[in-house]
């Protein structure tokens, strides 16, 4: 769910893969961010209401990625994934590291791109420093 | 009672307009700046201008010892969230949900929302009567048993009109409460009653059983062969 940078992104690796891939996202004009030779199957519709889910297939999948731009979007539709589809494999990205720590805590599959950028930055910002020390 | 109020759109505005005349303490949290100025200058300063789903915002609104949280925005989504981190990070005992999609309730209640509002649930329950696909009008549910209480006007097309109730074949764990006929005069019904068209039927129901139920009550003679 959500056919931004991220989530046409992770359809295109998956799909290249061999993967058979479903994409939804509210805006039609979404879809063109997506490469050329993307085989998937891509929806316009509501990735928080049930029946949209329902009739994209969403009780066939074997997983669920929530990758719209709004966190609490992701939380709901994650959520109807888990709880109402019974999908096994739900994993929802949620920008706010305090709302990923507290739905992490209640069960739901989180990544907070937030966190894990600052991350990567602070790590890469150790390694330049040590580099020129290094050299000499 | 402290009660604390999700989004200051009308819903909003007129539920904290009438808590506060009720002498309740009131606060409206809002991410507009506009609406919040309207609520401030009109009820006085109960606006806290920020976004209610966030745990911050919510630890300064003092969450923790708010008898009562309700969120009534117009995004479902919104409205979950704002419930779910007020419930589990802040332990408030009671929380409301307003839904805009009705078939939300299913979700908002496995996920803890004690209470859920759809309007449009509720104009569908005051019309569904007229309408010959939706017979069946939720009355009451029946907490935590996971029964309910439901009403169905016996349509003259009915397949089950002029039988008795030993006759007809329930899905299980449903059962005829109460018969109202046109006239309005109740009878206690028993197996030899006889079911006539426009009878209102009050039955208790399984949640699951209400769609067999539905069938039971309201399909045309027909359909049934």
């Given at each position: 769910m959500g056919c931004g940078r991220v989530g046409a992104?992770?359809?295109a690796l998956l799909n290249r893969e061999g993967q058979e891939v479903t994409i939804l996202d509210i805006d039609p004009d979404a879809f063109?961010?997506?490469?050329?030779?993307?085989?998937?199957?891509?929806?316009?519709?509501?990735?928080?209401?049930?029946?949209?889910?329902?009739?994209?297939?969403?009780?066939?999948?074997?997983?669920?990625?929530?990758a719209s731009p709004g966190d609490n979007r992701n939380v709901m539709a994650s959520q109807i994934a888990k709880h109402i589809f019974g999908v096994r494999k739900v994993v929802c990205r949620i920008f706010d590291p305090i709302r990923e720590e507290l739905y992490h805590s209640l069960g739901l599959e989180t990544i907070s791109p937030t966190r894990e950028v600052a991350r990567l930055l602070k790590e890469a910002l150790e390694k330049e420093a040590e580099t020129p020390k290094g050299e000499g | 009672m402290y009660i604390i109020i999700v989004g200051g759109g009308k819903v909003g505005y007129y539920l904290a307009k009438q808590l506060v005349e009720d002498g309740?303490?009131?606060?409206?949290?809002?991410?507009?700046?506009?609406?919040?100025?309207?609520?401030?200058?009109?009820?006085?300063?109960?606006?806290?201008?920020?976004?209610?789903?966030?745990?911050?915002?919510?630890e300064a609104a003092g969450t923790g010892r708010a008898d009562l949280f309700i969120s009534v925005t117009g995004d479902d989504e919104d409205n979950l969230v704002a419930c779910q981190v007020a419930k589990n990070k802040f332990d408030v005992r009671r929380t409301v949900a307003r839904l805009n999609n009705p078939k939300n309730e299913v979700i908002f209640k496995k996920l803890g929302i004690d209470t859920t509002v759809s309007s449009t649930a509720l104009i569908l329950a005051n019309i569904e009567q007229e309408?010959?696909?939706?017979?069946?009008?939720?009355?009451?549910?029946?907490?935590?048993?996971?029964?309910?209480?439901?009403?169905?006007k016996v349509p003259p097309s009915s397949a089950i009109v002029g039988k008795r109730i030993g006759e007809v074949l329930l899905p299980q764990q449903c059962l005829i409460a109460l018969i109202i006929d046109e006239e309005g005069v109740p009878r206690v019904p028993a197996s030899d009653t006889t079911i006539?068209?426009?009878?209102?039927?009050?039955?208790?129901?399984?949640?699951?059983?209400?769609?067999?139920?539905?069938?039971v009550l309201a399909t045309p003679a027909r359909d049934t062969g």
């Open positions: 992104a992770l359809a063109s961010q997506l490469p050329p030779d993307f085989k998937g199957r891509c929806f316009v519709g509501n990735g928080i209401d049930q029946d949209v889910l329902q009739r994209i297939g969403l009780a066939e999948a074997d997983a669920f990625v929530a | 309740h303490e009131v606060l409206v949290i809002e991410k507009d700046a506009a609406k919040c100025q309207q609520i401030t200058d009109e009820l006085g300063d109960i606006a806290l201008r920020a976004d209610g789903c966030e745990g911050v915002t919510l309408l010959p696909s939706h017979p069946l009008i939720p009355q009451l549910t029946i907490k935590g048993s996971g029964l309910e209480i439901v009403e169905v006539r068209a426009g009878d209102e039927v009050v039955a208790v129901t399984r949640r699951e059983s209400k769609d067999a139920l539905r069938l």
